[in-house]
């Protein structure tokens, strides 16, 4: 096993951990606290947090590493994957910009309505548009790795 092959199996374990864990939070838990009640889902939500940030930071970390394993930059920049990384490292800045919104501003807002009985809807609200907002972001990044990978 060589390491580039442990490093893309890296790469794409923290992305299905990060993404997937969101995909479940927005479409399983945020609609069973609108139904149920939202006190479970914020320590979910708190709890949930470790292994998002550390999914967060594989993902990085492997991705520099992965960045040097491209070749020369002028084979880069003639086959077009240079611009596509860049697309998709702004990307991923804004994803990660808008999830660390989301885990370090909307959930302790969503804590302190819940623990001072106020209502929660509005942290829900803007939880569920970050969710999306994410979401959508990385579909676009994930299709842009293929075609880095493809490039």
Known sequence: MTPSLVSVWLHLLGVVTWIGGLMYQAHVLGPAARRDGVAPLVEMLRRARRVTWAAVALVVLTGFY????????????????????????????????VAGQRDFAQVPRLARAVAAGDDPRPALSAIAWMDRVVLLLAVVIIYLGLAVSRA
């Open 66 to 97: 992965n960045v040097t394993l491209l070749g020369p930059l002028d084979r880069a920049l003639q086959s077009g994957a240079a611009l596509l990384l860049a697309l998709k490292f702004m990307l991923v800045l804004a994803a990660v910009a």
